[in-house]
């Protein structure tokens, strides 16, 4: 077998504006366009993998993540046999002390171990999945060891009206999903706890007895504040209670999770196997929630899942990105056996709308997944040169 090279990585900055009749308002303010970063690796056999991260919608951030890809580590890919996967990612994550690294059999990271590095590994982890994929002909499910599950529920992701605006927006979002499970914002941005409780009641009142509902505080309670709404959520029988704390509180977690009435659920924000550590010392977390593209990519989301395998902990990915990186979560989503619910974003997002098509499907309230090589995804080549520029 004749060694393939990487001839180049390329990161694009992407930006697409959401219509004004089109924008939620969460605690981040109104939605006014959708940003991410998209990654093309080129090989000289012709194949081409692609990979996608962001930084939570602040362009300058997306647009740092892109420059560290185009000026650094990409250039340090060139000439690389795109299929040695794990050994890029310790080689981008270790950098200068990489080959230290390498025969210690232990991590040398630098001081940008976390954050928009992560991403950047990450957007590249996710194409250099897709070109292995697409170079053995075989989609990235099952590469990763095959279907763990043919399909999975899916449930919708929003909720951010009063509770007078809750009825319209829950019941719109199951009828067009098909999904028998819902999720709804509280925290911060809801002023006080009994508003949230206000809420939450009122959206278990809408959905019935037989709808999974789960709320997200999006890291904005207060220790107190969470560990009041999770003893009096009690009535609402919520699935999960999703990021309760901001995760750089993870100490106080534990106890959130003693007086709540539900799951606890945490993930999106944290990079690497080594931030989900904390969580399985305390057992402080009932669903892991990785983001492929802050995680560290598909290697990483793996890992964490044989973290959360061994302490019976279930994953749910985080998916608020375009196309790409949700494609990227289904293939994982679908070969990881604790997987239970895969998220599908209930906001006007063009980027997972538009970027591209094929790789994952939904209907009825399912996931499913192609057979097709790689991702499984064709880009809409137009729409990518519109959204750069
Ligand atoms: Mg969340």
């Known amino acids: 077998m004749t060694t393939m090279k990487i001839t180049s990585v390329t990161a694009r900055y992407l930006s697409c504006p959401i219509a004004v009749a089109d924008r939620n308002v969460s605690d981040f303010g109104a939605m006014e366009r959708f940003t991410t970063v998209l990654v093309t690796v080129e090989t000289d056999k ?12 602040l362009p300058a951030a997306d647009k740092s993540i892109a420059a560290i890809i185009n000026e650094e580590l990409g250039l340090r890919l060139i000439g690389r ?29 630098s001081i940008a171990r976390r954050g928009l590095s992560v991403c ?13 994929g697409k170079v053995c002909g075989q989609p990235v499910w099952r590469l990763l060891g095959g279907k763990a599950k043919d399909t999975l529920p899916i449930y919708a992701s929003g909720g951010w009206s009063d509770a007078a605006g809750l009825e319209r927006e829950v019941t719109s979002y199951l009828r067009s999903t098909g999904a028998r499970a819902v999720k709804i914002r509280v925290g ?29 505080a999006h890291g904005t309670y207060s220790a107190a504040e969470a560990k009041r709404f999770g003893r009096e959520a009690r009535e609402a ?9 901001s995760g750089d509180n993870k ?55 044989g973290l959360a395998s061994a302490f019976q902990i279930e994953i749910s990915p985080h998916v ?49 997944i192609s057979d097709g090589p790689g991702l499984g995804l064709v880009l809409d080549e137009d729409f990518v040169a519109r959204c750069a520029t």
């Open 237 to 245: 029988r919520l699935r999960w209670f999703e990021e309760p704390l």
């Open 81 to 109: 046999d795109p299929l040695d996967i794990t050994a890029i990612w310790e080689s981008l994550y270790n950098g200068q002390r990489a080959d230290m690294a390498a025969k210690a059999g232990r991590a040398f990271p």
């Open 120 to 132: 950047a590994m990450s957007a590249i982890d996710i194409a250099l999945w897709d070109i292995l």
């Open 251 to 305: 100490g106080a977690l534990p106890d959130v999770r003693a007086a709540s009435f539900c799951a606890i659920a945490a993930g999106e924000n944290d990079f690497t196997r080594f931030d989900f550590l904390p969580y399985v010392d305390a057992m402080s977390l009932d669903v892991f929630q990785p983001d492929l593209g802050v995680c560290g990519g598909i290697t990483e989301a793996m890992r964490i899942a």
């Open 188 to 216: 911060a941005r809801d002023g006080t706890v009994d508003t949230s409780i206000e809420r939450v009641n009122e959206a278990r009142r809408i959905v019935g007895r037989d709808i999974d509902l789960m709320v997200d």
């Open 320 to 368: 608020w990105s375009g196309t790409v990186m949700a494609a990227a979560s289904a293939h994982f989503a679908l070969a990881c056996p604790q997987t239970t619910i895969f998220e599908v974003s209930a906001a006007s997002n063009p980027m997972l709308e538009q970027l591209g098509r094929g790789g994952f499907e939904f209907s009825n309230g399912i996931m499913s």
């Open 46 to 57: 012709g194949v081409t993998g692609v990979g996608e991260t962001r930084a939570g919608g």
